[in-house]
């Protein structure tokens, strides 16, 4: 275990000391109006422009330019198969096989096309589970999904609250839910890393819980993909769903990931809303053809993809394929780790850390309470330099990117957090 120092020089010496500090160079820090990088805390919530992205972006409108709609077969990267050079980097990021994981949609699309086949309520078995503090887009769809189904949210949407006095959600109480509801609810459908706490929830023990009550079981992982070990195979989870523009860096907006596990892939049966893209692509172009799904996920892709997004996605999932997702997450636990500690040593009771302090109950996010909050402190840092991210009522939320975040990084910000507190 790393013993922390609270200097610039220790800070200063980790970040000669580490293997990953190179990667930092492959990404466009934002500039302040002095000319100096922005401390960038937020890839949490949008991660940096690779270098390589505007290369990757100008050789498809190069390729569009001289090949016109031949470019979906004589283009340098082909389009018509674009998105399966993105399947298995994709797939090793979340920990899946590349038949389970295609790049498609945004987040919530494909989560609304996960709960059409995955949701499928009775007159006893009609319930869904997410957590209370759910990004509010998840609560939308599930609630939506319950209400198209004829049922009515209130008597439904099983809500899973921390305890009075505690900001994350104990095991045991997840536990105890699914053991005196689970006979009645459809699907348990939990956002893997919480976007408030940064909690992040085990999977695999949710999985069989839930599995074991005859539920069918899904997560968001927004704020997993790219930041902690998700290994969805393993998982055993029936779907997950993801964006790629926040740890995954792919541009603003851009596409999502889906994951159906293998054990569905050969189901032709089962419900799902379909779309060309998504027919067998031996007969595709007969286009009179009955719908015939494509083994695994990609079946349930609906329309050929936007490649210029895709061409962000490429650029990035390269990067993290040099990387290696294995020393990404050991760096971002050790310098997460220090963030935790320069904090503590401010000693302040007006802010609070209500991300859990183990490390495998979290990604590189910490969530800080501020007491009596109304955003002025917020508002100091960043007219100091650092970009962090705001969350209502009282959560700053700051998040080291192993990629392109440094030690000292981490250093300047408590810094700046010590003299506006």
């Known amino acids: 275990m790393t013993q922390f120092q609270n200097t610039l020089s220790f800070a200063k010496q980790m970040d000669e000391k580490d293997s990953l500090k190179a990667f930092r160079h492959q990404f466009h820090l934002p500039l302040q109006k002095n000319g100096k990088p922005y401390i960038y805390l937020c890839g949490n919530s949008l991660g940096l422009q690779p270098k390589s992205t505007r290369a990757a972006i100008e050789q498809e409108l190069k390729d569009w330019e001289n090949h016109g709609v031949e470019g979906h077969f004589h283009a340098k990267n082909p389009w018509m198969p674009y998105h399966e050079f993105l399947t298995e980097a994709m797939a090793k990021v979340v920990g899946a096989k590349p038949i389970e994981v295609v790049v498609m949609n945004t987040l ?21 589970l997410i957590e209370f503090d759910a990004f509010p887009s998840d609560k939308y769809a599930v609630a939506s999904q319950i209400k198209f189904h004829g049922f009515d949210p209130s008597e439904s949407l099983i809500e899973l609250k921390a305890r009075e006095g505690e900001e994350c959600i104990r095991m045991e109480d997840i536990e105890a839910v699914i053991e005196a509801e689970g006979e009645e609810i459809a699907l348990i459908m939990i956002g893997n ?13 949710i999985t069989a819980l839930g599995h074991a009550k005859g539920c069918k079981v899904g997560f968001d992982c927004a704020h997993g993909a790219g930041n902690v070990a998700l290994n969805l195979h393993d998982s055993g989870a029936d779907f997950a769903v993801w ?21 569905h892939a050969y189901d032709k049966t089962l419900p799902r809303f379909e779309g060309w893209w998504g027919h067998n692509k ?17 079946a349930w892709q609906l329309s050929n993809p936007p490649i210029l997004s895709m061409a962000a996605i490429k650029a990035s999932l390269e990067v993290f394929m040099e990387a290696g997702m294995e020393n990404l997450r050991k760096k971002a636990v050790v310098l997460t780790g220090y963030l935790e500690f320069l904090i503590d040593e401010m000693n302040n009771n007006r802010i609070k850390i209500i991300t859990p302090r183990d490390p495998k109950q979290r990604g590189c996010q910490l969530s800080i309470q501020v007491k009596d909050a109304d955003k002025t402190l917020f508002n100091q840092i960043t007219e100091a330099g650092v970009i962090a991210d705001w969350r209502e009522p009282d959560v700053i939320r700051v998040a080291p990117i192993p990629l392109y975040n440094s030690f000292e990084d981490v250093y300047r910000f408590v810094e700046v957090l010590e003299t506006k507190i």
Not at 193 to 205: A, I, L
Not at 252 to 260: E, Q, T
Request: with cysteine.
């Open 193 to 205: 890393t919480n976007y408030y706490t940064g909690q992040f929830f085990d999977m695999k023990h």
């Open 108 to 128: 919530s699309v494909n989560l609304h096309l996960m709960m059409v086949s995955f949701y499928r309520p009775t007159a006893k078995r009609h319930k869904i």
């Open 243 to 263: 964006c790629s523009y926040k740890y995954l860096n792919s541009g603003p907006g851009s596409l999502g990931g889906c994951f159906v596990h293998e054990r």
């Open 282 to 298: 031996q007969t595709r172009f007969g286009m009179r053809d009955g719908f015939d799904p494509i083994p695994g996920v990609e």
